[in-house]
């Protein structure tokens, strides 16, 4: 087969397939007495491979995968692999520790509306954090405490007591403070409960997503492992 066979069934270009075949996303590949790539039915699968995996683990990870799988480092292969599937099941951890926080801070809302917003020292022994961190996560956009005007000293209100709930679960999850920042402003903009409730069944849905992704993935890599043993 050509490039150009290849890249029909997935409505891609032929040099999209040359550009995979130089990235090592394809097996080693024979080339006619004029020069020109001759591709074969294994070459066919891995390309399949390498797209379907690509849905669950990005482009770069796929890649990896697929030459790791090609010059015979299964193994290397097997890790990337396994690696995504830790993450991944940290990421629906992390999901139902924070679907768990907002359900308790809806319930003690009212609470903390009436009381007196909370201090650095507060907060920080409420969280079980050190001051300065809650400093930091500021500093990162996490936070946006009120001041008083008198002292200048930082006021958390209850807005800020459930995003800083929030951060301490994300953190604990292993997201970066740009990626609480980033996920906290996103549910800022949801607003009330309906919303929330909402923001938190997208989240499921892109997890639930990813896992398909990951295992119509390894359905493809199985078949194409299968064809490098029988060849």
Sequence with gaps: MRPIDLAREHGLSAQAIRNYDDAGVLPPTDRSNAGYRRYTPVH????????VLRGGHGHQRATEIMRATNQGDTESAYRLIDSAHVTLLAERGTRTEVAATLGTLSTMAPALVHGPALTVG??????????????????????????????????????????????????????????????????????????????????????????????????????????????
């Design 122 to 231: 507060e907060l920080a022994r409420r969280l079980g954090v050190h001051p300065a961190t809650l400093r930091t996560w500021e500093e990162h956009g996490i936070l946006h405490p009120e001041r008083e005007r008198a002292t200048g000293y930082r006021e958390y209100g209850p807005e800020c007591v459930r995003d800083a709930e929030i951060a301490r679960q994300l953190r604990r999850g292993g997201y970066r403070l740009s990626q609480v920042a980033q996920f906290l402003d996103s549910l800022r903009e949801a607003g009330g409960a309906d919303s929330l409730a909402a923001f938190l069944e997208s989240w499921q849905d892109r997890l639930t997503t990813r896992s398909r992704n990951l295992l119509a993935g390894a359905a493809q890599l199985d078949a194409y492992l299968t064809m490098l043993d029988q060849t």
């Design 44 to 51: 066919a699968q891995a390309l399949r491979t390498f797209l």
